[in-house]
Structures are given as C-alpha cells and as structure tokens.
C-alpha cells in the first residue's frame, strides 16, 4: 500500500484528499503546518507528498529544504495557485507543481507518476571483487 502525506491549510482541501486517496487505497496522513509536516514525514515515510505552498509554520519551501537537507527525497508535488512564486524549480530535486484547482484526474496521475519513479531507482551494482594477494 503506498503511502501520501497531505499538507495543507484548508481542512476541506485535507478531508477531501483523505478521503479521495483512501478510496484509491492509499494510506494517507494529513498536516495543516509545515513543522507538523516535517514530524509526520519522519516517522510515517510517505512515498509521496502533495503539498500546499502556503502552509503555516514556513510554507512549502520550508518542509522542502528541511527533509532534502536531512537527506529525504521524498516526490513533492507542490500544489498551489501561484506556481510561478516556487523560484527555480530546475533546481529542485524530485519536485513536480500543479496549478490550483486541480482535476482530481490529473491529481492522481502525477502522484502515479511520481511513486513509480522512486520505485524504478537504479539497483547499485555489487562492488568489484577485491584484487588477488600477491603470492
């Protein structure tokens, strides 16, 4: 079962979703400020998060920097009515946007896209075997 976070600031928005991805079965947290964003995501480990731009407590881009600086690279998918004030997104690391209001359709279809691509990450090879020892 693949798991979302959901972070935003309008509990209508956080009902919907919940109820929207569970029907689709996924398990899904919910946040309404970017510090109780950050605490979910480090003990519930979603695969994907959609995420509201302006959130209390330091927004979008805040939960963002924290959890790629602690390493996290979690999909963020950045949902909001303002895409252009996200700054240089070429930049960001495992980052989509959608624009507010979104179809629900094409909702579902970027969390899709984004789960699939963190499970199709590249196996690292086994190490070489080390050198013979000299007689």
């Known amino acids: 079962m693949s798991k979302i976070l959901v972070v935003d600031d309008i509990q209508a928005i956080l009902d919907f979703s919940k109820e929207f991805f569970e029907d689709f079965g996924f398990e899904v947290k919910t946040a309404d400020t970017a510090p109780g964003a950050i605490a979910i995501q480090q003990e519930f480990k979603a695969d994907v998060i959609l995420q509201d731009l302006n959130v209390p407590g330091g927004g979008g881009l805040f939960v963002y920097e924290t959890l790629r600086a602690a390493n996290d690279m979690v999909p963020i998918i950045f949902s909001t009515g303002k895409p252009e004030t996200i700054g240089n997104l070429a930049a960001m690391v ?42």
């Open 94 to 135: 495992k980052v989509s946007v959608l624009k507010k209001p979104t179809h629900p359709e094409a909702l579902m279809a970027e969390v899709n896209k984004r789960i699939a691509e963190s499970a199709q990450r590249p196996m690292n090879p086994p190490p070489p075997p080390p050198p013979p020892r000299p007689a």
